[in-house]
């Protein structure tokens, strides 16, 4: 570290921390993912690969000049080669497409919550990376007509404005409820969307796991999954639109994890708090008041799938510690 520069925040320490987590855990599935990947989407799995390998050498440098201790993170010990693959039908690219959805509201957010030039730079060109990897991947998924587009729509010829408190209703059972805006439809595709790919997800682990405890959280996680599917399915239905899914991206019958349950909890852990922020957003910027109490209504299933999820986590020994502040009390007795 230069002497004239700051020594790194907290913020800066929690979010290199956890950018560490995450990119130590990207490496390790890809490793598995690379070695049966189909050699169409392979590029694009090597490039994640390099991507993770690089930011991990970034992120330890840094820490190592601070004084800081490097993570554990996730290992070599924490992915078994020569097993079978445990998802078939592209899931690599669908797995790739959904984490980079992650990845960028992640690096976004940790960007923003940066001051140190070097560490907000790192931040940015993370979120970059990610970015490229999803518009290739999407790109991809379209031409192989695994992703669903979300539903055309006769487009706007005038400018209109809300003209009564009844654009804000949905729960009266007895009144007419609007159509679904344009910005309401995105945000359900986008939940059903990702939910999907996480439902097979947790088929995969769930059948792979060796602890009955861990096995039937994620066989609860199947279960959430399908039932945020479902409750979101209803409300494109209703105006008949069809719910997005794909043929593709289903697990094997393989019954070996090419994956310890360490890295399968903390994936999930990681998906669900992203499930929980969408969930948030999308009752934010819905008006339509039966979409909001049906949000909050998931995102309490969410959140107690999150809890259980983290108090699993704690019992085996797999949730590692974030960095703590000093505890001024105890330096002080």
């Known amino acids: ?21 995450e990119r130590t855990m990207i490496l390790r599935i890809t490793e598995h993912f690379l070695e049966h990947a189909e050699e169409e989407g392979k590029q694009l799995l090597q490039t994640l690969s390099n991507n993770a390998t690089k930011n991990i050498e970034t992120i330890s440098n840094i820490l190592h000049q601070e004084g800081a201790v490097i993570p554990n993170g996730f290992t070599e010990s924490d992915v078994r080669k020569s097993v079978p693959r445990l998802f078939d039908f592209y899931y690599d690219i669908m797995y790739l497409h959904m984490m980079t959805k992650v990845e960028m509201n992640l690096y976004a957010l940790f960007t923003g919550m940066s ?22 991947a999407t790109q991809f998924l379209l031409e192989k007509g695994i992703l669903v587009r979300p539903p055309y729509v006769t487009m706007p010829q005038e400018v209109n404005f809300v003209k009564n408190q009844e654009y804000m209703g949905g729960l009266n059972w007895f009144s007419d409820k609007r159509v679904l805006n344009t910005v309401e439809v995105s945000l359900i595709h986008h939940a059903i969307e990702t939910n999907l790919v996480g439902m097979k997800l947790m088929m995969g682990f769930a059948q792979v796991s060796t602890n009955k405890e861990v096995q039937a959280y994620f066989v609860d996680g199947m279960k959430l999954s399908k039932k945020i599917e479902v409750k979101l399915g209803e409300f494109l239905r209703d105006i008949y639109i069809e719910p997005p899914a794909t043929h593709s991206g289903r697990a094997t019958t393989s019954k070996t994890a090419p994956f310890s349950e360490k890295l399968m909890m903390y994936n999930t852990s990681l998906l669900t708090s992203f499930g929980l922020g ?56």
């Not at 790194?8 to 950018?19: F, Q, T």
């Not at 001051?115 to 290739?136: H, M, P, V, W």
């Open 1 to 21: 570290m230069s002497s004239t520069q700051a020594p790194i925040a907290s913020s800066e320490l929690a979010n290199l921390w956890m950018a560490y987590q």
């Open 278 to 333: 969408s969930n948030a957003l999308g009752g934010a910027f819905s008006l339509r008041s039966d979409l909001p109490a049906t949000m909050a209504v998931l995102m309490k299933d969410i959140y107690d799938f999150a809890q259980s999820g983290g108090k699993i986590m704690i019992k085996n020994g797999w949730m590692e510690e974030p960095p703590q502040m000093e505890d001024r009390d105890q330096l002080t007795k």
């Open 115 to 136: 001051y140190r030039k070097d560490i907000k730079d790192f931040f940015i060109s993370l979120t970059a990376e990610a970015l490229a990897l999803n518009g290739e």
